[in-house]
């Protein structure tokens, strides 16, 4: 579904990537883990043309899409829930999932939608009316989420959706992506969280200041002795 071959970004003088290879399978979880600083938001912003490559493709379903537009990217079917949530505060619930709907000008088909993300998410239709910024963290995380899934993904990138999350709520952020990946939505994960990422990924890529150091399956790199050092906090 999406290829990424020999992607360079360079911010200045820094080379952020330095010649990257990733393959995402369509119906997979893919996982991306590694430091601050490692390169995994940079990829998933070169994904959705936020950010200029240097040098290198990525294509999606066989089309090549490095340097286009990021309202071209979403109406193509990759949408990415940044790092922070990025709820807009002082918008209802309602507001901030009608926005994630702004490329449809179907009613009927946008309130389908949305009712959709209510059988995901009972908490937003219960609370429709309040504003996201009265949300904690993980009620903003699952309203960025539903957002997300208003512009009908095929591929969903999401950057680090457990951050600052209470440990139960992870727990829980982590079994809804697996909920929408089963409903057919391929998913791009970022996470520091490595142990979690991990134990739901189908495959998964170690990044160290811009390279792909390691790669292999989530069970494969679970039970790696360099991952665990690193990463997973096991000597």
Do not use: C, W
Not at 45 to 65: C, F, M, P
Not at 92 to 98: D, G, H, K, R
Request: glycine letters at 10%.
């Amino acid at each position: 579904m999406l290829k990424i071959k020999d992607l360079h970004v360079n911010y200045g003088g820094i080379k952020a990537l330095k010649g990257i290879d990733i393959n995402v399978p369509e119906g997979k979880i893919i996982t991306l883990i590694g430091a601050n600083g490692a390169g995994k938001s940079t990829t998933l912003r070169s994904v959705t043309g936020l950010i200029k490559t240097a040098s290198g493709t990525i294509h999606y379903n066989n089309t090549e899409i490095t340097g286009k537009k990021t309202l071209d990217v979403v109406k193509s079917g990759i949408v990415l829930v940044p790092e922070g949530r990025k709820v807009f505060a002082n918008l209802t619930v309602y507001e901030n999932l009608v926005l994630g709907a702004y490329s449809n000008k179907d009613r009927k088909a946008v309130n389908e939608d949305m009712e959709h993300v209510f059988t995901l998410f009972p908490r937003l239709k219960e609370r429709i009316k309040q504003k996201a910024g009265t949300f904690s963290g993980g009620e903003q995380q699952m309203l960025a989420v539903g957002r997300a899934l208003m512009s009908k993904p095929k591929l969903l990138m999401m950057d680090e959706p457990s951050l600052g999350l209470a440990p139960l709520i992870v727990k829980s952020i982590f079994e809804i992506i697996q909920n929408i990946n089963k409903l057919g939505v391929t998913i791009l994960l970022i996470e520091q969280n490595a142990k979690a990422a991990l134990e739901i990924a189908d495959y998964g890529y170690v990044m160290e200041t811009g390279n792909i150091v390691l790669e292999g399956t989530g069970s494969d790199l679970l039970n790696n002795d360099d991952v665990k050092k690193a990463y997973l906090g096991i000597a």
